[in-house]
């Protein structure tokens, strides 16, 4: 969003490497047929992204993390900004291949225990990779339950633009906010949005403060020795950076929207003021997002508002995040992609412009329903940015690493689409949008997927006109 455009990746893992229990090298077992390799192998360190190599992992499918965190925030000031959480992550997942190693991301946290299959078992931890040896190994297909217990001190992570991300810190709690890898630096993970699993958390914290993570609580909370578990519930498929777990300080408000869904706010008392009152058009964008785009596709939605900042609102799925203030603008972005990006994610992060161009394009037309400016003109404020500007002179398709969260990767995403709807006319780009959700929600797509399904919908050749707007790093003049 145009409130969040900030980076990626980073972190080296800080405190001590844990070793385990180390095996011995394990024997290679000839695949049948192929008697000259090896039947079992490592599953790779990372999912295949370019961006981010060491993001994700191969030959794993995690079904689902059952989160199970104790947190105690900082001692006041001027005590170090640090936090000590120690965490117990049971892993439900399935090989993808016959395994004799996987790996799980984390890092700045330390692992002391492994069990695979009600069994400890061998690992090894260097820098981003928990490195899990199981015995017996893992053939294709196989379920495999994973319970890690770790923990350590938590700060306040940077990705590869040096912004806050991840398990950042605060005086009264936790900021959580991943994308695009910060997952691992509070849970043990397979973070890359191609994985996305169900979630289910137990974060027990100081008495007096409040733990929001994604979904709905699955029971009332518990209090007991000065200190207090909150419960909850995400069955619905999720990638891991959009996975929450803030602490603070909050004033809950819960109802139910107009669309029948439940809304669970969490903020700081601090924020009462304007944020509250942009929060409390919630109802009526779902209902506007729903003609757009379909049914809602979660069981929940909501916000978080912290009084800290991490500069950036994120869309961390059915609780949206935002730093310090929540304009109407950006509720209405962050509200968006629960459709856009977070049910339908990037299949790479190169992708990210479907993410966020859908999101600001969607609060073009929010703005034009509530009677300011058009779609069209805010399109036109685009193409009257000078062809020798900067912001012409990336790839939107391909901004790199470092161009993530860049105005071009938002606002010429945007003007993409707002083009395409004018040449395929409002019948269709609507049904486009539908389609997009329907077809592609609960995993991810990328850009070709989408150019395709624009083709299809429309039943025109739309080559010239993405081309122009989303690979070449010039002003578009013509499509």
Same mark, same amino acid.
């Given at each position: 969003?145009?409130? #969040?455009? #900030? ?8 405190g ?7 095996? /011995? ?14 039947r079992?192998s490592?599953?790779?360190d990372g ?8 993001a994700?992992?191969g030959?794993i499918?995690?079904l ?7 947190y %105690? ?8 900004l640090?936090?000590e ?5 049971? $892993?439900?997942?399935?090989a ?5 190693r996987?790996?799980l991301d ?5 692992? *002391?225990?492994v069990?695979?299959?009600?069994? !400890?078992m ?6 981003n990779?928990l490195?899990i040896? !199981?015995?017996?190994k893992?053939?294709t297909?196989?379920?495999? =339950?994973v ?6 001190t ?5 990705d590869?633009e ?8 605060? #005086? ?7 994308e695009p ?10 973070d890359?949005?191609t994985?996305?699993?169900?979630? %289910?958390?137990?974060? %027990?914290v100081?008495?007096g ?12 909370? *518990?209090? &007991?020795?000065?200190?207090t578990t909150?419960y ?5 498929p ?5 996975? +929450?777990?803030?602490?603070g300080d ?9 669309n029948g869904? !439940? ?14 009152? &942009?929060?409390?058009? +919630?109802?009526?964008m779902?209902?506007f997002?729903e003609?757009?785009y ?5 069981n929940s939605?909501?916000?978080i508002?912290?009084?800290?900042s991490?500069?950036y609102?994120l869309e961390?799925q ?10 109407e @603008? ?7 992609? =629960?459709?856009? /990006?977070?049910h ?22 929010w703005?034009e ?6 779609a ?8 009257? $940015? ?7 002179a990336?790839e939107?398709?391909? !901004?790199?690493?470092? /161009?993530?969260f ?8 945007a ?6 709807r004018?040449? $395929? ?12 959700v329907e077809?592609?929600? @609960?995993?991810?797509?990328? *850009? ?14 739309l080559? %010239? ?7 070449t790093?010039?002003k578009?003049?013509?499509?």
């Open positions: 969003m145009p409130f #969040r455009r #900030r980076p990626a990746l980073v972190a080296t893992a800080t001590a490497v844990a070793l385990a229990i180390l095996a /011995g090298p394990s024997l290679a077992v000839a695949a049948p047929g192929n008697p000259g390799s090896p079992y490592a599953g790779a999912a295949g992204d370019p961006y981010f190599p060491l994700g992992n030959g499918d995690v689902h993390y059952d989160l199970d965190l104790d %105690t925030p900082p001692e006041p000031a001027p005590a170090p640090e936090g959480l120690q965490g117990i992550a049971t $892993i439900d997942l399935v993808t291949q016959d395994l004799d996987f790996n984390l890092r700045g946290l330390t692992a *002391t225990e069990v695979v299959n009600g069994k !400890p061998s690992f090894d931890q260097v820098e990779e490195v040896t !199981p015995r017996p893992l053939k297909g196989s379920h495999a =339950q319970i890690v217990t770790y923990g350590g938590t700060t306040r992570p940077t590869i040096g912004a806050l991300y991840g398990w950042v810190t605060t #005086r009264d709690g936790a900021m959580v906010v991943s890898d910060g997952s691992a630096t509070w849970f043990p993970v397979n890359h949005p994985d996305k699993s169900t979630y %289910t958390f137990e974060i %027990t100081p008495q403060l409040v733990a929001v993570a994604n979904g709905l609580p699955s029971a009332d909370p *518990t209090t &007991a020795g000065g200190f909150w909850w519930d995400a069955p619905d999720m990638a891991a950076y959009l996975a +929450t777990a803030s602490v909050y004033v809950v408000n819960e109802y139910v929207a107009a869904t !439940p809304i669970f706010d969490a903020v700081d008392p601090a924020r009462l003021g304007a944020p509250s009152a &942009a929060l409390a058009l +919630t109802s009526d779902l209902v997002f003609e757009r379909g049914s809602y596709p979660f939605y909501g916000a508002v912290d009084d800290d991490v500069g609102a961390t059915t609780r949206s995040f935002f730093s310090r203030t929540a304009g @603008g950006t509720v209405a972005h962050e509200l968006a992609h =629960q459709w856009m /990006g977070d339908v994610s990037p299949e790479r992060w190169a992708d990210i412009w479907l993410n966020e161009g859908w999101a600001t394009y969607s609060t073009w037309m703005n329903h509530r009677d300011r400016a058009t069209q003109e805010s399109f036109d404020e685009i193409l009257a $940015i000078p062809a020798d500007d900067e912001f012409w990336s939107v398709a391909d !901004p790199g690493p470092l /161009g993530l860049t105005d071009p990767v938002y606002d010429r995403g003007a993409t689409l707002h083009a395409l004018v040449e $395929i006319g409002d019948a269709a780009f609507f049904e486009l949008a539908k389609t997009w077809r592609y929600g @609960g995993g991810t797509a990328s *850009t070709e997927d989408f150019m395709a399904l624009a083709e299809e919908v429309s039943g025109q050749q080559d %010239t006109l993405f081309k122009v707007w989303l690979s790093p010039s578009p003049t013509t499509w």
